[in-house]
Structure formats: structure tokens, C-alpha cells
């Protein structure tokens, strides 16, 4: 969810909710500045600590206002979740890849799904990007080939829910997910501004991008977005109201990385937040009334379920239709101020897996490296927010 804060900074350069965000992003580092806390541990699943990563690297990318020198930095921070996943990367079973759950005990440890591993796969992608290191993105292509070698990705480009380890993935859940398509939409792209634009990833990215739209935008209401596997039948869970919000970031970052895709991209980003606006008239803490419903298909008739999902989804598709006036991301070279730390995840990042410290390359000294709707609808994320913490 703060990721989506970061992201209204960007946007709009509002400094008004930087402070909680940052406080946010820093409460829930762990001993060895890898999202890997103590109070949450024992339940996190790769998939948890991966969005953390991809939370803090959007913050290195956009310049969010670095934290004090004395708290770790949102690089080094984005290096510890990766560094903390490189090992676990688990070739007991399918060949590779990440499991879902990180510990033995938890429901889904023996479930290898796409979501933890193309948390992966974008967080190498965009290492790569920021730092120039070659070896990050090694990491993404090996990723990117596991997941097309079980059959998580399909010839088309749709990124499958996952597969079980315990037949070694001869059998794939074809569920189909909105934040997958994104997630890997996004790492390709950076993939292909990595390779300075190469034909392979030119080609990979235009893959995803037509799985994408032809998945994830409506039949009926064209040119807007839908959660496929489970709005139709109004049984989206907590964690399946966000995933929409995963999919307009990731859209919207790849028309800057791939230019060429912003001709598909803002057209369907801009239908489906005029619907999505259209669903901000619900009721929501405080006696507010720009609550947002999750149906954007419906257009004004709200849906009546409102919650943090909802309010991250709507936020970020709006947001979206402003990425023609911001600044690309920076990197290291190119403006980027967060600093980095190659170690970094401590006594997390040297357990077996697959990985060895010896592996990487030298990183060198330079890898220390309508507005105001869309404020209505974020107060309305943050009020949500203090509601769902406080119950």
C-alpha cells in the first residue's frame, strides 16, 4: 500500500504524506535490512518480502526523499530482499525457482508460483537498470526462462498462477491474475532498456503486453480493466481487490522504458480511470464519500464494497494518466541519489539455496547511489489505512 504513496509523490512532487510513508517503508526492515522482521517472519511468503522490494526500488528510482543517513537506504534495502530470495532460490524440486512460502511449516511451502518469482524477476530487472550490474540481470533471465520452461507462461504470454512441487510442476493452476501480467510486464521492460533495446526483449515485452490486454480489459466495456478470474462473479478476496493496482503501475512505468507501448498503453489507462472515478462515490471512514468501489465496469452504479484494495486500484490507473509529465526514473548514473549495498541482507543472504556471495560481480563505488482527485482518493487510501489498522 505505501508503495502506491511513493508513487503519489511522484506524481504530483506533494510532500504532504511523505513522512508516514517513509516511516512505513523503515518500520518493517528486520535486524538485517531485508523486510524480514521479526514480528511477521514466521507467516511472510516471498511474495510479501518481494512487493516490499519493489516498493522501496520504486522509491530509489523516483527519488523519493532518502531516509536519514543513520536507517537503511531504499537501494541497499531493494538489494537485501533480492539477495535474501537469490538464496532461496531451490533446485531440489522443478528444476528451480522460488517457492511460496519461505518456511517448511507454512500452507504453500511446497506451491511454486509465479507471483514470488516475478517479484524476482522484476526486482533483478530493475537492479540491473539502476546499478549497471550484469549479474542482477542474469538473475532475471534465468527467472524469466524457469518460468517459461514448467509452463507457469504460456506460448501467448499469460503468466499462470503457479505449480506444485510435491509432482515437480508437471501440472500448472491456470489462474490468471492481473498483478502477474504487470509484474512481468514491468521487469521486461526493464529487461529491454537494460539491453539498450534489443529485439529479444522488444519481442518479449510486446508478448506480455497483448496477453495483458487481451486478458485484463473487458469484453463488454471497452478499454477497461478487469480482475478476470474473479470480478465477473463478485468474489474477489481482500488481497485480489488490489491486484489492479499492480497492473496500471506497471503499464504506466513500461510506456517510459518501451515508448512504442504508450500508443496501446494510455488509451486503456485513461477509459478505465474515467470508469474508475466514476466508482469513488462510496462511503469511507470519517463520513467521507470518495470511497472507491472495485467494478469499474459498472461505471457510476458503485458496488457497494469498499477497502484498501479498492482505493490502492483506482488511485494508481488515475495516477497513471499523468506519467507523460514526470521524469523517468534515475538510476545511479543518471541522477539517482539512494545508496546501495551489494551484502546487504546480512546472515539472511549466506543460507543454502543455490547462491554464493562469490557469484557476484564487483559493483563499484557508483552503485551508492487532475491532482487533485487524485489527493481525495489517496486520503481516502490513507484513511482506510488507520481504519483497518486500528480494527
Not at 6 to 11: G, K, L, M, Q, V
Not at 339 to 360: R, V
Request: aromatic content about 12%; proline content about 4%.
Amino acid at each position: 500500500m505505501f508503495g502506491v504513496m511513493a508513487d503519489y509523490y511522484y506524481y504530483t512532487r506533494d510532500p504532504t504524506y511523505n513522512q508516514i510513508t517513509t516511516e512505513a517503508f523503515l518500520f518493517q526492515t528486520g535486524p538485517n535490512n531485508d523486510y524480514m522482521t521479526p514480528n511477521q517472519t514466521n507467516t511472510e511468503g516471498n511474495d510479501d518480502q518481494g512487493f516490499w522490494g519493489m516498493a522501496v526500488m520504486s522509491a530509489a528510482e523516483q527519488k523519493f526523499p532518502d531516509p536519514p543517513a543513520d536507517k537503511p537506504q531504499w537501494l541497499a534495502l531493494a538489494q537485501g530482499v533480492f539477495n535474501t530470495q537469490a538464496a532461496r532460490w531451490d533446485k531440489s524440486t522443478c528444476g528451480g525457482g522460488l517457492r511460496w512460502q519461505i518456511f517448511p511449516f507454512n500452507n504453500g511451502y511446497n506451491y511454486k508460483n509465479s507471483i514470488s518469482n516475478g517479484a524476482f524477476f522484476n526486482l533483478g530487472a530493475r537492479l540491473a537498470v539502476y546499478t549497471g550490474n550484469d549479474t542482477y540481470a542474469d538473475w532475471a533471465e534465468k527467472t524469466w526462462d524457469w518460468v517459461q520452461s514448467i509452463g507457469l507462461m504460456s506460448p501467448e504470454g499469460q503468466i499462470f498462477d503457479g505449480s506444485d512441487d510435491t509432482i515437480n510442476c508437471t501440472e500448472v493452476n491456470h489462474l490468471l491474475w492481473s498483478y502477474n501480467a504487470g509484474i512481468y510486464l514491468l521487469g521486461a521492460a526493464n529487461m529491454y532498456s537494460f539491453t539498450n533495446g534489443s529485439a529479444l526483449w522488444a519481442d518479449r515485452v510486446e508478448l506480455l503486453l497483448n496477453a495483458t490486454t487481451s486478458t485484463f480489459f473487458s469484453p463488454t466495456v471497452p478499454n477497461v480493466m478487469f480482475e478476470a478470474a474473479c470480478e465477473p462473479n463478485n468474489n474477489c478476496n481482500v488481497d485480489q481487490q488490489s491486484f489492479k493496482a499492480h497492473l496500471s503501475r506497471s503499464l504506466a512505468a513500461t510506456t517510459l522504458l518501451v515508448p512504442s507501448t504508450a500508443a496501446v498503453i494510455m488509451p486503456l489507462l485513461s477509459t478505465s480511470a474515467a470508469y474508475a472515478a466514476q466508482q469513488c462515490s462510496g462511503p469511507g471512514p470519517g463520513g467521507s464519500t470518495s470511497a472507491c468501489g472495485l467494478h469499474w465496469t459498472a461505471g457510476a452504479a458503485f458496488d457497494g464494497k469498499v477497502g484498501v484494495g479498492q482505493q490502492m486500484a483506482a488511485m494508481e490507473v488515475i495516477m497513471g494518466n499523468l506519467i507523460g509529465g514526470v521524469e523517468k526514473s534515475v538510476t545511479n548514473s543518471t541522477g539517482g541519489t539512494s545508496l546501495g549495498d551489494s551484502g546487504a541482507g546480512g546472515t539472511d543472504a549466506n543460507k543454502p539455496g543455490g547462491y554464493a556471495g562469490k557469484e557476484w560481480k564487483t559493483i563499484t563505488g557508483a552503485d551508492r547511489v487532475g491532482a487533485g482527485f487524485i489527493t481525495v482518493v489517496g486520503m481516502g487510501l490513507l484513511g482506510w489505512a488507520v481504519w483497518f489498522i486500528a480494527v
